[in-house]
């Protein structure tokens, strides 16, 4: 069984601030972590993805993520906001054995000017 | 490059009519899927299909029905369609034969209003 929670539905930073946005996975397997980006009115795309081959993983627009197995974690950080990365969020998790993804409810970030 | 493409994109129903949700991929995946998404509930899964031929139910499958027609289209019908279905529909596929196995790849969404 496997399963994702979002912490936070919403987060609100400052342009220029830090992004973190928290999530915590539960597997019975080592897992596959995912982190998509949603913008509006649009399909989700990839940002970045963990495959055990390293714990600190960089996506695409300066976003990077951490794997923690002890904290059973893979928040997704930037260290500088920009407005443009105003979005839905999603953590999914996956496994060798599993037929399919887990998606959490996902975190909307807003980005204040 | 069109990845997974999905019509119609837009869609007004009345209740009680039907339609199907089209889907196709060009990236010769094995695995397609049909999720919901709603304010406030993340995506659903509603149906998916771990390769041509097969198909099995999701979290939400109740008042849907879907066809693996071949490799690159999966469809989702909608029989009698009722008010609870408005909602962003998105197809998704991905193959066991990338690392990680399982990155999905989404379409555009289908909004579909039910009046």
């Known amino acids: 069984a496997q399963s994702v929670t979002q912490l936070g539905s919403h987060v609100s930073v400052s342009e220029g601030a830090l992004v973190l946005l928290r999530c915590n996975y539960s597997?019975?397997?080592?897992?596959?972590l995912f982190w998509y980006v949603q913008y509006p009115n649009q399909g989700l795309q990839l940002l970045l993805k963990?495959?055990?081959?390293?714990?600190l993983v960089k996506g695409i627009n300066g976003f990077e993520a951490e794997f923690k197995k002890s904290e059973t974690s893979f928040h997704l950080t930037k260290p500088s906001a920009h407005m443009s990365d105003a979005a839905e969020y999603f953590c999914a998790v996956s496994n060798t054995n599993a037929g399919k993804s887990t998606f959490g409810d996902g975190t909307t970030l807003t980005v204040k000017p | 490059n069109a990845g997974v493409t999905q019509t119609p994109k837009f869609q007004v129903l009345k209740t009680g009519q039907s339609m199907t949700l089209q889907c196709a991929q060009d990236m010769n995946h094995n695995s397609m899927y049909w999720y919901r998404q709603d304010p406030g509930m993340g995506l659903r899964l509603i149906y998916y299909s771990a390769s041509e031929g097969t198909t099995d139910k999701g979290e939400v499958p109740n008042g849907y029905n879907v066809s693996r027609l071949n490799k690159r289209e999966f469809s989702l019908r909608l029989e009698s369609a009722a008010p609870s279905q408005t909602s962003v529909y998105f197809c998704?596929?991905?193959?066991?034969?990338?690392?990680?196995?399982?990155?999905?790849?989404f379409g555009e969404g289908s909004w579909l209003t039910v009046v």
């Open positions: 597997s019975s397997v080592p897992p596959y």
């Open positions: 963990y495959t055990s081959a390293a714990t």
């Open positions: 998704a596929s991905s193959t066991r034969q990338e690392i990680p196995q399982n990155t999905i790849y």
